[in-house]
């Protein structure tokens, strides 16, 4: 069974730092696309930054020079350095992958169980 696990959320005062990691693990044959999304209380659920297998990157306008997703392929792992944080930046951020499971044609979306981030002012 596939399955992702977030870690590295917390609480960060204004101007600080955070680095969430996610590791997919289970019986994988391939990752794809990985993706880092936020959520904030009473909003929908929104694209922060996304990496391709090759490493290509975009990024939510918001964050742009501030995060930096970053992932292992060796490890399956997907990372997101957050710098600068603001409050703006408080939400429950999740971890998303495309992944090929073990004798699966074709890739199936996963993603993680949620780490809360809080910036406070």
């Known amino acids: 069974q596939v399955q992702l696990v977030e870690s590295g959320g917390g609480l960060v005062q204004a101007g600080g730092s955070l680095r969430l990691s996610c590791a997919a693990s289970?019986?994988?044959?391939?990752?794809?696309?990985m993706a880092w999304y936020q959520q904030a209380p009473g909003k929908q659920r929104e694209l922060v930054a996304v990496i391709t297998s090759g490493g290509a990157t975009n990024y939510a306008d918001s964050v742009k020079g501030r995060f930096t997703i970053s992932r292992n392929n060796a490890k399956n792992t997907v990372s997101l350095q957050m710098n600068s944080l603001e409050p703006e930046d408080t939400a429950v951020y999740y971890c998303?992958?495309?992944?090929?499971?073990?004798?699966?044609?074709?890739?199936?979306?996963?993603w993680g169980q949620g780490t809360q981030v809080t910036v406070s002012s």
């Open positions: 289970g019986s994988i044959s391939s990752i794809g696309t």
């Open positions: 998303n992958a495309d992944i090929t499971p073990t004798r699966v044609v074709g890739r199936i979306k996963y």
